[in-house]
């Protein structure tokens, strides 16, 4: 029951958080743009992951959702950043190792775990 009030004012902040927001530029219009990219953003997940009924899984997407924000506030940019790729992983198309999809999934950060999963 905790966790479900965490992740609703999590959910209240997220759309705070987007009424408030200011591009980095200032333009109204990309403004516009960032805050529509924000809500939409909150709601596709949120709804994604309605079912999740793990407290570890609730927990860790908690995690993600406050990284995401902190950083987005930090950098006055809401979309995710991108991920840097270990230099001695292999390009796409070559024959992949254990050790290679073992160093990419390290390497991904916590405030993109949700992005890539359907």
Do not use: C
């Amino acid at each position: 029951m905790a966790l479900r009030k965490e992740v609703l004012a999590l959910y209240r902040r997220i759309f705070k958080i987007a009424r408030t927001w200011q591009s980095k530029t200032g333009e109204a219009e990309q403004t516009r743009v960032e805050r529509q990219y924000i809500k939409n953003e909150a709601r596709t997940l949120f709804h994604k992951n309605k079912e999740v009924t793990s407290e570890d899984e609730i927990a860790q997407y908690i995690r993600e959702a406050e990284a995401r924000i902190e950083i987005g506030v930090h950098y006055m940019i809401p979309y995710p950043r991108p991920v840097n790729v270990p230099q001695s992983v292999l390009p796409p198309g070559v024959r992949k190792r254990k050790r290679d999809e073992k160093l990419l999934k390290q390497s991904k950060p916590i405030y993109t775990k949700s992005l890539n999963k359907d």
